[in-house]
């Protein structure tokens, strides 16, 4: 705004039309002309005068524009008042604009033109600095600037793999290398881990979205946050990550980890009256069996629980919500897009997206587009990151597009369903049955005493082989009767591939002792582990957001 004065510059309240944006934009005709923004918002007499919409530096950092640093022109647009009722976090007025504003007046309308902004931007950076997608460009003579809009996308006509990430990471680093401040990794068995590079800049974007995420799903600065998170694990960064977005919200924040004594985080509960618990469901799993034989768990504060980085089920957000009598959120993200990338509000009818992410949804098989409403693979592309954008990355995620535009909560981002599992997670058994680890849930959920299982498939000869781990602290052979019973209740094909088909060796039941599992794998416990000779995925995989 400094120097934007005299007779040329005025401040130009929008009219609050419907569909319109309802903000005051500072103008000045000395500077060049850009179409930033479409048309229709930017005021007539500011078309006349072929004047530009500015946007202080402060703001600039906010919204970030990766080339506007070398740019002699910088684009600009300038938000001097936020509507009355925006939910304002310091530092970050655009993106809780975006986030919540928009039930009301024109935050919806902004949206788009955000992020075609960006993704224009995201496309030239790209093209500029990433070595992978610079020369993926130039092999295929892809114009960049042909996509002008999110839903242009499909134009580029390639994906990015997670081998393209796994074979040479640093061939995504788009910024000189010591501008890094952090380094996601993805620790697997087979295969080079996924490196994932974020400057200082990209780290406060991604933990300042998840803020107003958090703040517009109902988490208020009165809520302690106890994080039930890995800590200690070079490269998984989910509890950091969580530790940067509750300090954005500027509340009391445990940083409980998931190795101390369930006793301990009782304890902890107790002495600073948490009211919110984030983690990974095979922990909160193991905290709520063991935790409800010491303390009734409706006398603790909980009231919200946050949970991310592996696949659960209906099921187990009912046990959860029924042990604790706190609601149970669902969130996605991954490592490849800085962890955090949806997650469920108030209605629970699907996770809003971040801001900063768009989602398309395609068939696993042959990469054709799929609508929304049609269940598919996730495939994403990051706006505005500075390190490392990834342009249509396939993530391996199942899950659709929810149809209905707009969400009754006026938070204006869209909305994926909940993650039917990874494309990875699913296995075929047998005479090509189908299983996803949310079949287990469904199983096993409800037994008192289990903690935790994973599901080991192996191969002997042509059959498969099903080896159930459970962990319990009680094990018996009544126990391993009901569990077979049910799994051949809910496993509608098992008994026929057993006994008819004799493709599947008749499933066994091993016990392990409360948290075995997870200290095979601390981060995080993967419910179906394939070992049969031709299985793909590594193990463990980190991902997930909080
Ligand atoms: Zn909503």
């Known amino acids: 705004m400094a120097g934007a004065s005299g007779p040329l510059t005025r401040t130009m309240p929008m009219p609050p039309s419907p569909g319109g944006v309802p903000m005051a934009a500072m103008v000045s005709s000395r500077l060049q002309p850009m179409s930033l923004l479409p048309r229709a918002m930017v005021p007539q007499a500011a078309r006349q005068r072929q004047v530009t919409i500015r946007l202080s530096s402060w703001h600039r950092s906010c919204f970030f524009l990766p080339c506007c640093d070398q740019s002699p022109v910088a684009p600009r ?138 703040r517009a799903f109902g988490i208020t600065q009165s809520d302690v946050a106890q994080i039930l998170y890995c800590y200690g694990e070079p490269g998984w960064m989910v509890g950091p990550l969580l530790q940067a977005t509750f300090e954005h919200l500027g509340l009391l924040i445990v940083p409980a980890g998931n190795a101390a004594p369930i006793e301990q985080q009782i304890d902890m509960m107790r002495t600073y009256g948490t009211t919110v618990l984030a983690g990974t469901p095979s922990y909160l799993h193991r905290l709520t069996e063991e935790a409800q ?58 996770l809003h997206v971040m801001p900063n992410l768009i989602f398309e949804v395609i068939d696993p098989e042959t990469g054709d587009s799929l609508p929304p409403g049609k269940e598919g693979e996730l495939v994403v592309t990051t706006l505005g990151r500075q390190a490392m954008p990834l342009l249509r990355y396939r993530t391996g995620d ?28 699913m296995v075929c058994l047998g005479t090509g049955e189908n299983l996803y680890p949310e079949d287990l849930d469904r199983t096993l959920m409800g037994i008192p005493s289990i903690s935790g299982y994973q599901l080991i498939i192996g191969k002997q000869g042509y059959k498969d082989t099903l080896s159930l781990q459970v962990e319990t602290g009680s094990p018996s052979q009544e126990l391993a009767q009901t569990i077979l019973d049910r799994l051949y ?44 000779p031709h299985a793909v995925h590594v193990e463990p995989e980190a991902g997930g957001a909080g």
């Open 398 to 425: 199942i899950a659709a597009l929810v149809p209905e535009e707009r969400c009754p909560c006026g938070i204006p981002t869209p909305r994926i369903t909940r993650i039917k599992g990874r494309s990875d997670d």
């Open 77 to 214: 647009i300038i938000f001097p008042s936020i509507p009355r009722g925006g939910v304002m976090l310091d530092g970050y007025p655009i993106r809780s604009f975006l986030w919540r504003t928009v039930g009301r007046r024109g935050g919806r309308a902004l949206l788009p033109h955000y992020q075609n902004l960006l993704l224009r931007h995201t496309l030239r950076h790209a093209q500029l600095h990433s070595p992978f997608y610079r020369r993926l460009f130039a092999e295929r003579s892809i114009d960049p600037a042909q996509v002008r809009h999110t839903g242009d996308l499909h134009k580029l006509g390639f994906f990015t793999t997670a081998s393209d990430l796994r074979h040479d990471p640093w061939a995504f680093l788009a910024v000189p290398r010591e501008r890094i401040v952090y380094v996601m990794t993805s620790a697997g068995t087979t295969g080079k881990p996924k490196m994932i590079f974020l400057t200082r800049h990209d780290w406060n974007v991604v933990a300042a979205d998840a803020a107003v995420g958090m």
């Open 489 to 532: 209740r809910s496993l509608g094909f098992l008994r026929h591939d057993v006994q008819q088909s004799q493709t599947i060796v008749a499933p066994t039941v091993e016990f392990v002792a409360p948290g075995g599992l997870r200290a095979r794998s601390p981060i995080k416990v993967r419910k179906v582990v394939d070992r049969r």
């Open 293 to 350: 034989k010491l303390v009734d768990l409706h006398s603790l504060h909980v009231r919200m629980m946050f949970l991310g980085a592996e696949a659960w089920s209906e099921a187990f957000r009912a046990y959860l919500q029924k042990a604790w009598g706190a609601r149970v959120f669902d969130s996605y993200g991954m490592t490849e897009i800085g962890l955090a990338g949806a997650g469920e509000c108030g209605l629970q009818a699907g």
